[in-house]
């Protein structure tokens, strides 16, 4: 008898596997339509709109990444439903203090940023402190709902805004708005948060919004976790320049449409591996910690479960785009892009590393290893701006072939370490 239906079958009806296709199904329509609009939008922007695409979406994610202190992580792994409620107004209230923090920084070294960054208009950098905030109120929602195991809600919340920025963008640059790539951005994560803000709302009024939310705890629980404040912030700070602004180190020393050309690459062979590793990454988190309370012994195992239906599914993917990158890009994206496709190939081995670890980078947080993550981000930041400061003046392509292999070592290394780690609870 054929074993593949009682395999097909044994995997269905594990609660786990069943929650990270609910979230990949999601995850995929809010991904998919974004790709097709992608061809479209190609067409309608230049390299050099990309490149200020790029800066922006360089800012808001570094911002984004700290703008709740990491205290969206707490709600998660949180054992009482009171202290959980707590630390959510408290990401909340956080990332309105970062906006607020983001909007001084722009104005006071506007004359530096605007020289560096070669943005053709300085204000729509503007449009960044919102953003910040909404993305710190979705991350600290989405945890909430990720505690609670609602993956519908939060799969609803993720087509909300995977669908609605794309659209943006195409309906505003055929309007012909004035850098309708980053109105675009901004406009749809208003849409999304909006969504979150509504379902919230609707869901706690039944019980009462304010319930347990004590301004004293709130205080208690932001020292009991000030790891999470300090080193883990600081440390996401640094992986997200790491991950998320290496436009802004490109911008510096090359021209912003070298940063375009990198920045569109980037995001298209990201598309389909964050379809995977974000729904996997969320649901890993909420498994990973009550596993590590109650079942340690079996964490090890199941994240080497994890990583090895991460390579199945990236690994070929990788090798696609490494062969018949140019080809693909120019036939799907026009002749402007083939560069785009080429140097897919000289980062593709940062993106694999990268795509095996991440989904699992919460075990740190669960581990309260904030220190170590902020060496490593620290390390790795240190080495991109080296390696681009000693190649000045090479082809691009090499540089970032010496940064991405770097970066994997970084992956490969932490990995390993945090997989030591939680292999001690075999025993």
Known sequence: ??????????????????????????????????????????????????????????????????????????????????????????????????????????????????????????????MAPPVILIMGWINGFTSWYNRLGAYKKMVTGQLTQGLSIPILKLLFGYVGISAGLIWGTFTGYIFAVAYFIYLYLADENKQGLFRSLSWIKMKLYAWEYRDFAIYASIGNLFNAFALLGLPLLITFFYPLEVAGLYFFANSIIRLP?????????????????????????????????????ILCFVLPLLAFFFLFGPQLFSFLFGAKWIESGEMIRYFAIFVLFNALYSPISSIADILRHQKLLLFFNVSLVICQIAIFAI?????????????????????????????????????
């Open 1 to 126: 008898m054929n074993p593949l239906p009682k395999n097909i079958q044994r995997w269905t009806e594990n609660p786990v596997f069943r929650n990270i296709l609910l979230l990949f199904s999601g995850t995929g329509l809010a991904q998919l339509i974004p790709v097709i609009i992608q061809l479209f939008l190609a067409r309608i922007y230049s390299k050099t709109e990309f490149g200020e695409l790029s800066v922006f979406m360089s800012v808001i994610g570094i911002g984004g990444v700290i703008a709740t202190l990491n205290y969206d992580y707490v709600v998660v792994i949180s054992r009482k439903q009171g202290e959980a409620r707590t630390m959510l107004f408290l990401s909340l209230l956080s990332s309105i203090l970062i906006s607020i923090f983001s909007c001084l920084i722009l104005y006071v070294f506007k004359p530096y940023f605007s020289e560096i960054l070669n943005v053709s208009d300085y204000s729509i950098l503007w």
């Open 273 to 309: 591996i964050n379809l995977l590793s974000l729904a996997i990454g969320k649901v890993y988190k909420k498994e990973a910690s009550e596993m590590y309370q109650r079942r340690p012994h079996e964490l090890y195992s199941f994240t080497i479960r994890i990583q090895k239906m």
């Open 391 to 427: 190649g000045a003046g090479l082809e691009f392509k090499y540089v970032l072939l010496a940064t991405s292999v770097i970066g994997a070592l970084h992956y490969i290394l932490i990995d390993i370490y945090m997989k030591k780690q939680i292999k001690k609870y075999r025993l």
